[in-house]
T-cell receptor
Framework: GAVVSQHPSRVICKSGTSVKIECRSL??????MFWYRQFPKQSLMLMAT?????????EQGVEKDKFLINHASLTLSTLTVTSAHPEDSSFYIC???????????FGNGTRLTVT | GENVEQHPSTLSVQEGDSAVIKCTYS??????FPWYKQELGKRPQLIID?????GEKKDQRIAVTLNKTAKHFSLHITETQPEDSAVYFC????????????FGKGTLLTVNP
């Protein structure tokens, strides 16, 4: 149980375009999902908390207008990187748990390359 | 906010030896401490976790110890195997639930055959 699916696994886009990443909880409902970013050989940095039916909560230094989060259902959260730049190239990973007392499980990640 | 320090950043052991990775945290309200294993290009996988109401937890070759007073916790891997080679991350929660995790910087473990 507790499977989190993320799509796409890899995406290459040109500077200035937008990219949407989907995160789905396959066998449970998730009122809260988390989006992380991981640069090569670095740790996972929390970007934002995605809340079903309400606005996302962003960590300090993360631009909410650049990284749009939509959590429209209990099984789907999307992260849209708008007007992407090469410095946005990174590994983006979502996570979710079945409830407040369950472990977090991660999606398979999305490798974004902006050319 | 929470700050998690992890040491060492790299660790190389011979197959069959033990490996120990240590983490400290700053938020005394943290009560959940998971460990994740991440292989290159893949998602982090939860390998063991511990809550603050216990001092030690073991699962086969993996164990985690927690010293809440000193605010540090450690991962112990015994009888290491080459397939244990990966990056290991410790984490601590904040906000009263498992949800919001702050991660350490990771330890690259290499098990030499």
């Amino acid at each position: 149980g507790a499977v989190v699916s993320q799509h796409p696994s890899r995406v290459i886009c040109k500077s200035g375009t937008s990219v949407k990443i989907e995160c789905r909880s396959l066998d449970f409902q998730a009122t809260t999902m988390f989006w992380y970013r991981q640069f090569p050989k670095q740790s996972l940095m929390l970007m934002a908390t995605s809340n079903e039916g309400s606005k996302a909560t962003y960590e300090q230094g993360v631009e909410k207008d650049k990284f749009l989060i939509n959590h429209a259902s209990l099984t789907l959260s999307t992260l849209t990187v708008t007007s992407a730049h090469p410095e946005d190239s990174s590994f983006y990973i979502c996570s979710a748990g079945q409830d407040l007392n369950s472990p977090l499980h991660f999606g398979n990640g999305t490798r974004l390359t902006v050319t | 906010g929470e700050n998690v320090e992890q040491h060492p950043s790299t660790l190389s052991v011979q197959e069959g030896d033990s490996a120990v990775i240590k983490c400290t945290y700053s938020d005394s309200a943290s009560n959940y401490f998971p460990w994740y294993k991440q292989e290159l290009g893949k998602r982090p996988q939860l390998i063991i976790d511990i809550r603050s109401n216990v001092g030690e937890k073991k699962d086969q070759r993996i164990a985690v110890t927690l010293n809440k007073t000193a605010k540090h916790f450690s991962l112990h891997i015994t009888e290491t195997q080459p397939e244990d080679s990966a990056v290991y991350f410790c984490a601590a929660n904040s906000g009263g639930s498992n949800y919001k995790l702050t991660f350490g910087k990771g330890t690259l473990l290499t098990v030499n055959p």
